[in-house]
């Protein structure tokens, strides 16, 4: 048992069972043991690989698109280009490789990062430092200008509440004890606010919610666009999505706390309603594979290949593969952009 496994029971046997998001927030942001804290949990060495990390032609396409954001944004000067959850700066140094060409973006960015992991963060010094990114604790310090902000596989880990639609109504899903053992409980309060009848299961991540319209007030007053690549479905009720991932592999949720990744699936049609009330506009959310050949990215991967040894060029196809193919990354996955209302076409959506 880890030190975040006694501490969690000691304080349901104190204060009572817990919400699933204080759980989640324990288990990955407590600043001694949180699973986002220390450590590089990336790669094959680690405990999952991101887009990013599949191939450089992910950051390069990304970066297409904000160029040409900015471009259909009329050029701002200065602007906010700001990632959430960036991992080694993968991402966003493919991305900005594209950007630096783009006659006027580099003179007129200025990145702004947000990362709560220590070794992370000194990841992208080496890949990022030379950009001299500021790091943002709040979201609510960025600076009154438009905004462009990339976000690849941070709201998953974002903490979620689950409910269950119980005879006696909707009950929250808690987290108790039963003996030693961390086990899922039904609260016995009413839920004190309407959930949609038709559905058996409710999840929702409140931190989601806050920090997207916060965003989207911030670009909706002063400009810029947000792109948000993540796994969950375009529709809401999909059941109990959370899940524990250790060494590439699903494990137990309650078991190892602070040890394992925990992340749920991704509420795009809540995410796009908070947007769309605080005066943005959301074109239909697509899946990954469709977004990135809109963009070219098969142009891209043959491009690469002229250069290429054999070896590399079946990597290159591997690569594409994955980050494409429905059976892979490129149907679960899904991307959602938000700009201010009246710039209705962006490119990569219908
Ligand atoms: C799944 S990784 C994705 C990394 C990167 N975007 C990529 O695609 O490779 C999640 C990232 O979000 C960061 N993160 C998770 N929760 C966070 C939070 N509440 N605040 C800031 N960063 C967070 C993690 O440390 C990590 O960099």
Known sequence: MTELDRLI????????????????????????????????????DGDFTTAPEVSQLFGETIGLWLADTWRRSCKPSPFALLELGPGRGTLMRDAL?????VLGFPQAMKLHLMESNITLREKQAETLGAYNPVYLEDLSDL?????????????DALPIYQYINTEAGWRERLIGLEGDKLVFVQSKKKVPMP???????????????AIVQLLSAHIAKH???????????????????????SGHASVPVLEAAGQVDLT????????????????????????????????????????LKLKATPEQAKAIDEAVARLLDPDQMGSLFKVMAIVPEGQNEVCGFT
Not at 195 to 209: G, H
């Open 195 to 209: 959930l949609p009848e038709e559905l058996p299961f409710f999840e929702m991540s409140m931190q989601a919610i």
């Open 264 to 303: 749920a699936h991704v509420d795009f049609a809540a995410l796009a309603q908070v947007a769309r009330r605080q005066g943005a506009f959301v074109p239909d959310v697509t899946a990954q594979g469709p977004f990135l050949q809109a963009l070219g990215i098969e142009i891209r991967a043959a491009q």
């Open 143 to 155: 600076p009154e200008m438009p905004l462009f902000v990339i976000a690849n596989e941070f709201f």
């Open 9 to 44: 029971r000691s304080m349901i046997e104190a204060e009572g069972p817990m919400p699933i998001a204080r759980f989640m927030q324990l288990a990955l942001q407590h600043p001694e043991y949180g699973y986002y804290v220390k450590g590089d949990p990336l790669g094959v």
């Open 97 to 101: 490789r594209v950007c630096d060409r």
């Open 223 to 245: 400009g810029g666009a947000f792109l948000i690549a993540d796994y969950g479905a375009t529709q809401g009720g999909q059941g109990d999505t959370l899940q524990a991932v």
